[in-house]
């Protein structure tokens, strides 16, 4: 048998998914299932004087109003409202008291027989506010910026390293200076579907919840801590995301407020939110950062600092690695970087996909390519001459990092060779023509997850984790490595996720599934195999009598001797032995920090872009694009390449397109629909193409994996914007580049 | 957010909730027998009260083309569209597309080429590229690529479901 590992399979769950039988949290249904209607706040701080829920209750089919005022007394610390994700702080809690902290805040539940009813009952109620004044604008707070406090979160996401050497005078020496100041306004997940959940209120009040979620032991936990439920009494199932990117690392509030109603009405209730209402929670943070760099004539790149400020909330410090980059991509002796928050009055930022590296690597990729220009080297060059083996902020070499063979390969496909280098210098009719480059980086990570193996007495396969696919491909790639591992043929195989009764799994997100649920995956199918193969040793003539663990090995659902094919016991047979029983075994998997901790990890890339600029309407178009990923093994060159493809959509979509915009006068995001609100859609993205380039690595898991939900996003907004430059001689340092920037 | 109404006007509007009627619609060939309010969208219609849930809700405002059906063939966003408006129409929606056991050749080359991710967007792409060719407008890939712009995919799909679409229309890649 050939491995299926590295195999180009369809996903094993696409079927489900192209014949509309995948359901997703909105889609169960409850005998007598009642419909919640979220009302959001309508100013951005203050407090509610009164809520007018009397014409709303007289409604025909209106079950009840649910207000601060009359829910039930809930958990009191505000450890119990802390998720697996939550920032340092003191969590949001819905429906709390009458304080209004952002605009948006659900501050209301209508529930009633039918949505229309809830909706339309919805509308009948009227809230009376007493307004404060609020803060919303990042760029005029900035003298409040302040260090984020620290927390558990911190030991993920690493503050900025010490300073090195002095870079005042080292950037003061350098013959070769760039400096520019980096934007960008918040920016929204939305996910193709909209935030749900669905409380089925069983008949010994028990809950099983249908939930958006990027992990369902996290809206588990939440809604057992929140409502002081044993863990066995709440179940949370998910198995369909319709896209999260990172919106799904925390309970969102549909998940609270459909529970509670669920609770005090004792009957299952759908809390489904609107495309609006996705714009009032987690986002990505506004930024502003200040990036300089200082050369010596021969690209030498001595001096540099990154200082960033992100917005966050007034009740927690959602902080990201916006400046630690430069010091993974680049070995300068003098380097200085900081990062500070302004809390304003709005929602906790949420991580959003390749958080921090795809708001701090393009403004530095931009500020290497303005360096390149100005040295008159070409931005490849300037590259492989600042090379490091090394992550500098850690001291530490990179346990694999073939990120010199993604810019060879790169360049290649792209035809990069036959660029001119002066802006402005290639055309195509009436349209500026601009090629531009960068390099993207991102943690490869693996944390501790479990798994359960069993084999059922038909001789099936059947592999359970608690984690989720988002579209990731979770599913199948977990079915590849199970297989492989117990030598069976794929259809015989199952992997079954989300659902907070399997083993435990940590929240889907970083890019760090694929290596901590695989490894997971593995280790208990490898300890099934164990358990079977001393089960042949003792059945009746078993050819293995005398041998170890190490002479055999699995292959087309059997159990070979490694020095005899002909020596085999079927697992079908072994099973069969176990009197009418599946054989099952539960293992953990953790990553080897003994090893680890002596090498950095990351996943590179290099990405390279074509646009194309109209002079006189300053529109841009990508027109092709290619992305050369060095991401350690790869599972499924299929689903990964989707994987990178997205991530470039939503590359090019952030660096042209992205932006919520909010009135500062009520605090409120006025774009919030995906009218106004813009993502790239179909027209908006022709040639894109992908390289995987060989890259082996013994220390990042026992798979070799390094994740790539990120990685083909970070490259990409630097690279467009540096084609823009290569295009139109103009440096746009603020994203997304609309055509009024370029004007 | 939400609308505010004036007191007197809630008053007026309380107590006059839409009456039920008995409405027929016709969907994947099998009739339908509902007690719906005029105000219920074919959406809500097809998810809520039929749990034909293969048919999806990304917005509700007409704006990304999830929830798109083929109605006599031709596609349309179900979010605003009322069911009682349909009461004489031939209804097709992602559970009805593909003949007995099989799949769509559409269904079939979307799995093929990975042309989805999470699969949230998929029934309405997939819809939608039924009316497209029933259309028989697009003949270039840029043609696919314009006129598949009204079916948002924030997973970023988009070059593989130009290829499924393209592979079953039999259109040129490089054209
Ligand atoms: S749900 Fe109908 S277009 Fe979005
Ligand atoms: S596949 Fe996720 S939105 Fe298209």
Redesign the interface.
Known sequence: MTPYIGKSI??V????????????A??Y?APDMLYGWV????IAKGKITRI?TE?AL????VVQVFTHENRPSLAWFDVNYKDQDAPPGSPFRPLRDATILY??QPITLVVAE????AR?A??????DYEEDDHETALEHNLHRAREPKSGVASLLKSPPPKPRGDFEKAFEAAPFQTTGQHIHSVEHH?????FASTVVYEKDGKLTIYDKTQGAPNSQMYVSQVFNMPFSDVRVISP??????GSGLRPQYQLFLAVLAARELKRSVRV?L???QMFTFGHRPATVQNVSLGATADGTIDAIRHDAIGETSRFEDYFEIVVNWAGMLYPAPHVKFTYNLVPLDTFTPLDMRAPGGVTGVPALEMEVDELAHKLGMDPIELRLKNYTERDMNEDLPYSSKELRECFRQGAERFGWASRNPEPRSMRNGHTLVGWGMATGIWDATQGPARAEAVLTVNGKLRVTSATAD????TYTIMTQIAADTLGMPIEDVIFRLGDSNMPLAPIEGGSWTAATVGSAVKVACEALGKKLFKMAQKMKDSPFADAKWEDVWFSDAHILLKTNPYAAVSLLEIVGQNGGRAVSETATSLPNMLEQRKYARAVHSAAFVEVEVDEDFGTVRVTRAVTAVAGGRILNP??A???I??????GI?KALEEESVMDHQFGRFMNH???EYH?????D????DVIFVDETDTIVNPLGVKGLGEIGIVGMPAAVANAVFHATGKRIRSLPITLDKLL | MQTTLSPETRADLAPSLPQKQAIKLTINGTVHHLELAPWTTLLDALREYLHLTGTKKGCDHGQCGACTVLVDGKRINSCLTLAVMKEDSDITTIEGLAAENGLHPLQTAFVEHDAYQCGYCTPGQICSAVGLMNEGQAKTIDDIRELMSGNLCRCGAYPHIVDAIREVMHIEPKS
């Open positions: 369809s996903r769950d696409g079927v489900a998914k192209v014949t509309g039988k995948a359901k997703y909105a889609e249904f009302i959001s706040s309508a007018h014409a007289q409604l025909p089919g605009s948006g039918t949505l229309e009813v339309f919805a509308t009948l109620v009227q809230v939305n996910p193709m579907e909209m369909y995301v319709g896209g999260a990117f489904s609107t495309r609006q988002i579209g990731t491909g299929k689903t390449r989707s994987q493809i997205g991530g470039m959509v939503w979509s629909n995906l009218a993502v790239a859609v179909n027209a993205i022709q040639d894109l």
